[in-house]
T-cell receptor, first 114, second 113 residues
């Protein structure tokens, strides 16, 4: 059973397009996250979200928006894609209220913008 | 602000040799620290975590790490490397609000036969 799943695994698209990446977790967690891993493998938080609060990394362009239809899902919508958006995007989840914040990661979505 | 520094972007060892991956942290509050491993084309898997209990933490696959407050370090070790240990290793600290993990830049571990 996959704990955190993402679709698609690979996404190739043209500049200017709008795309979405889906994330689902079956761990019963109430907090979900999106991270971006660049070409140098550096991981950076983009968003964290639970049913109470969305926390946005201020460096993330507003072309990126998380949407959560329910506690088990956090999708990432990206408008007007740019070349610099090419990266691997990871979804993660955890249980809120625990300061040690152990997070479980999905397999990643490799986005290539041409 | 919290931060993590991983010394050495690439570490190479022979099979059977000691693995030592270095991590130093900076934190304004008692930190919660993690080591994650990323195998090629996969997501991140938790190896071990420090949450202010024992300073020597044992994880999966024979890895362990020791929290040393005086040195602000949380180095990862394994007595004997296996070929299957070749991967990217990330040290991370939890931010004070518990809203995100702050990662180091990663260390690539290569294991030769």
């Amino acid at each position: 059973d996959t704990a955190v799943s993402q679709t698609p695994k690979y996404l190739v698209t043209q500049m200017g397009n709008d795309k979405s990446i889906k994330c689902e977790q079956n761990l019963g967690h109430d907090t979900m996250y999106w991270y971006k891993q660049d070409s140098k493998k550096f991981l950076k938080i983009m968003f964290s979200y639970n049913n109470k609060e969305l926390i946005i990394n201020e460096t993330v362009p507003n072309r990126f928006s998380p949407k959560s239809p329910d506690k088990a899902h956090l999708n990432l919508h990206i408008n007007s894609l740019e070349l610099g958006d090419s990266a691997v995007y990871f979804c993660a989840s955890s249980t809120s209220g625990r300061n040690y914040n152990e997070q479980f990661f999905g397999p990643g979505t490799r986005l290539t913008v041409l | 602000a919290q931060s993590v520094t991983q010394l050495g972007s690439h570490v190479s060892v022979s099979e059977g040799a000691l693995v030592l991956l270095r991590c130093n942290y900076s934190s304004s509050v008692p930190p919660y620290l993690f080591w994650y491993v990323q195998y090629p084309n996969q997501g991140l898997q938790l190896l071990l975590k420090y949450t202010s209990a024992a300073t020597l933490v044992k994880g999966i696959n024979g890895f362990e790490a020791e929290f040393k407050k005086s040195e602000t370090s949380f180095h990862l070790t394994k007595p004997s490397a296996h070929m299957s240990d070749a991967a990217e290793y990330f040290c991370a600290v939890s931010d004070p609000a518990g809203t995100a993990l702050i990662f180091g830049k990663g260390t690539t571990l290569s294991v030769s036969s």
